[in-house]
């Protein structure tokens, strides 16, 4: 086996987004794409000779080729050790953890979430550091820097390595370890959780139906809630991960996932019902008759966390990205904790949960975490409702209606307009910027501007700065409205419209949310120029 050098050209517009490198699949199957960006990653990491990789993705088509081309590419530069998932396969979460579990460098995950798979469809790639997490932006900034001016790349003259064998081979100087991607992830799962008690909360008859939507959390689901707690065999629906999800879209949303939805909602509905995305990371949570959004998870999860055992000595603090709710700023108040308010994605809640500030972090877009890996994690959320309904015997719709008695409610909904033209939404965000500082005290339809800004972040832990995280537009009354483009889509341009309105326990806890949020989407559409911009006149999907 021989080290090559090859040149290469750069590609245009290698640019990691909110999670990683998101293109089509097809962008990423041409000739050096992949091995021009995975060296620039080893490039702005200072190489990888020496140091120990994992390697895993969510199994989407084109999955085991990218793999096998950065095991090449790892061994060539020197890398001590690659730690591989069986078939190629990690979640998002477990890789995290074997990056923590076995002291790894870092690791390079493939996936593109929650975007659909396939030859015609979408692929991702992005670097995680050693403490389990994504990248700062720091270093994808550096990554991005190198893609520009990348002129070649180091592989081996090899064939492929069988990725099904669970072991130890030679690739060249390097070790590569076939691990099963479950084991580790579920003893992770069980130190955090009362099993005994999940264990007796199946064994009583209680009903739950899990839809993997046939993407990687399928084998984590299965060994951990059928073999291991007890749910009988066809609580995991969709459980095999296939190369392009069944043909579907592996986002955990009532959209998405509608066919779970419905089943929740009928009277014969389990008690309880779960999703996760395309690489694991997500989750949706329904209990029979009521879906519960992610900022409203997040805040019955911090309120409640201490009911597990894993956090029975309560939580240092909760971080939430900006454009999720308040709501668990009122836990956090309540249990005396901080919380902090970070962009969107999930690299921003590395330094508070590396630093010991946080225990719990939240996103709108179905992500809940905490410091147990530095990822948010799908199945340990459904894993910690489960641990919170067992023990206290109510049902989800009790538990959020309880929650709501006491906290109030923050009424919330995304409205997403996607693959709208690019120039038309760069557009819409510039001309927004440009009025935002004359908004305060004018007032749109039922409602007036009290403060209107880009929101900048300041990591309290490492200093760093970044700014144009979003616009965001306070009304009286505690309304808000915020308004991003995607950093994760690979068409055309994603606008993200977020609404939100408190309404305190006394007031009316159970007003249909896109009714309760009404007038503060009329004045959001009448500030931006939403409709005549765009040319839509409603979302292409509202969670
Ligand atoms: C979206 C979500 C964001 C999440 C990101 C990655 O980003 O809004 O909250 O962190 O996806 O999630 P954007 O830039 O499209 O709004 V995943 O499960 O796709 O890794
Ligand atoms: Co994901």
Not at 471 to 491: D, H, W
Request: proline fraction near 4%.
């Amino acid at each position: 086996m021989t080290i090559l050098t090859q040149t290469c050209t750069p590609f245009e517009g290698q640019k990691p987004g909110t999670s990683g490198l998101r293109k089509k699949t097809r962008v990423y199957m041409q000739p050096s794409y992949v091995e021009c960006f995975v060296q620039s990653i080893f490039n702005a990491i200072g190489g990888v000779a020496g140091k120990t990789l994992v390697i895993g993705g969510d199994g989407r088509y084109f999955n085991a080729e990218a793999i096998h081309t950065i095991l090449r590419m790892a061994s060539a530069n020197g890398a001590t050790l690659a730690i591989v998932g069986q078939g190629g396969l990690l979640s998002t979460p477990a890789a995290s953890n074997l990056i923590r579990q076995r002291g790894a460098d870092g690791g390079l995950i493939l996936s593109a979430s929650h975007n659909p798979g396939g030859i015609d469809e979408d692929f991702g790639l992005k670097y995680n550091i050693s403490n389990g997490g994504p990248a700062p932006e720091a270093i994808t900034d550096a990554i991005f820097e190198q893609t520009k001016t990348i002129s070649s790349y180091k592989t081996l003259d090899s064939g492929d390595i069988d990725l099904g064998q669970i072991g130890t081979v030679a690739l060249g100087d390097m070790a590569v370890e076939i691990v099963d991607p479950v084991e580790d992830y579920a003893a992770l799962m069980e130190e955090l959780f009362d099993f005994t008690a999940l264990r007796a909360l199946f064994a009583s008859g209680f009903t739950m139906k899990f839809d993997a939507m046939h993407a990687v959390t399928g084998p984590y689901a299965k060994a951990i809630l059928e073999d291991t707690l007890g749910a009988p065999a066809g609580t995991v629906l969709n459980g095999v991960p296939s190369v392009d999800f069944g043909k579907g879209h592996p986002d955990p949303n009532p959209i998405w996932a509608k066919p779970l939805v419905d089943l929740v909602m009928s009277e014969d509905g389990p008690d309880f019902a779960a999703a996760s995305d395309g690489d694991g990371d997500r989750n949706m949570i329904l209990g029979r008759g009521v879906y519960v959004t992610p900022s409203d998870s997040l805040a019955v999860l911090a309120a409640n966390a201490h009911l597990a055992p894993g956090y029975e000595r309560g939580i240092a603090g909760v971080a939430r990205s900006m454009p999720t709710s308040g709501a668990c700023d009122r836990v956090a108040k309540a249990l005396a904790v901080e919380c902090f308010e970070t962009p969107t994605g999930w690299k921003f809640f590395g330094n508070l949960l590396d630093a010991g500030r946080v225990t719990l972090c939240g996103e709108e877009s179905a992500g809940t975490g905490s410091d147990h890996v530095r990822e948010k994690d799908g199945l340990w959320a459904v894993l910690l409702w489960l641990n919170i309904l067992a023990v206290r015997k109510m049902s989800v719709k009790d538990i959020l209606q309880d929650h709501w008695q006491i906290y109030g409610r923050n009424y919330y909904s995304r409205h997403d307009y996607e693959a709208v033209d690019a120039a038309a939404a760069n557009g819409l965000v510039a001309d927004l910027t440009a009025k935002l500082d004359a908004l305060a005290g004018q007032t749109f339809g039922a409602c007036t501007v009290t403060m209107a800004d880009s929101f900048s972040y300041h990591d309290p832990v490492d200093g760093s700065v970044s700014h144009n995280q979003g616009l965001r537009i306070n009304f009286e009354g505690g309304g808000r409205a915020v308004l991003r483009l995607s950093g994760t889509g690979t068409e055309g341009a994603t606008l993200r419209v977020y609404l939100e309105r408190y309404e305190a326990p006394e007031g009316d806890l159970n007003i249909e949310a896109q009714t309760a949020l009404k007038d503060i989407a009329e004045a959001t559409a009448l500030i931006s120029g939403l409709t005549e911009r765009t040319g839509r006149t409603a979302p292409d999907v509202m969670t």
